[in-house]
């Protein structure tokens, strides 16, 4: 009874701390990333007084951020979306926070600079928002109405219109998932909770 007791212990702890922990090791790699993308970028702001000239650079920190940081939940999908979390960062933080958290002070003159260009991104690339399937769909379709191409534009819709549907199913499936999870948790907690005090009795 003591052996099935600890094995059913230790079970419990598994099935509670082993999503706690994958948790805390993904907040862990975004937030490495986060820091070491928001250095290169005062690195680069400092090196080039070129808003413009900034955005190769920019790209290539990103590129190289993401590869030493790989993770499938990183949420990062261009170097826009690094520059809109430095914007918040900015914007949020005060100039001692700012430092403690990433290493250098925060400027007025960093916060436009950086928007200037993210701004320059956005109308060079204004699908960089998306995934890179649905930035193809979007300009094949922007293609098809700036063209008079009716036949491309319907196509373009359609598959537009499946994709989100098939992104609300996965969401939906998702929402499933994430409920299922923390019912397990919760149950598991209970459950550790009666073998604790079954242990303590005995």
Known sequence: MDVLLFVLTIVVIIIIYLPTGYLFYTQTRKRIAREKFFKAANAILQRNPDDQSCIGEFMLAYKKTVQFNQSKTMPYKNAGDFLEELIYALDTLDVEAFKDTYGFI??????????????????????????SKYAGLLETLDKALNGGDVQMGKL??????????????????????????????????LLALVLAVTLIVK
């Open 156 to 189: 373009s819709v359609k598959q537009l219109t499946d994709n989100i549907s098939a992104l609300e199913n996965a969401y939906q499936y998702q929402s499933q998932v994430n409920i299922i999870a923390i019912t397990t948790s919760v149950a598991g907690l």
């Open 106 to 131: 925060r400027t007025e003159e960093m916060r436009s600079r950086v928007s200037n260009v993210l701004a320059i991104m956005r109308q060079m690339q204004p699908y960089a928002s998306v995934s």
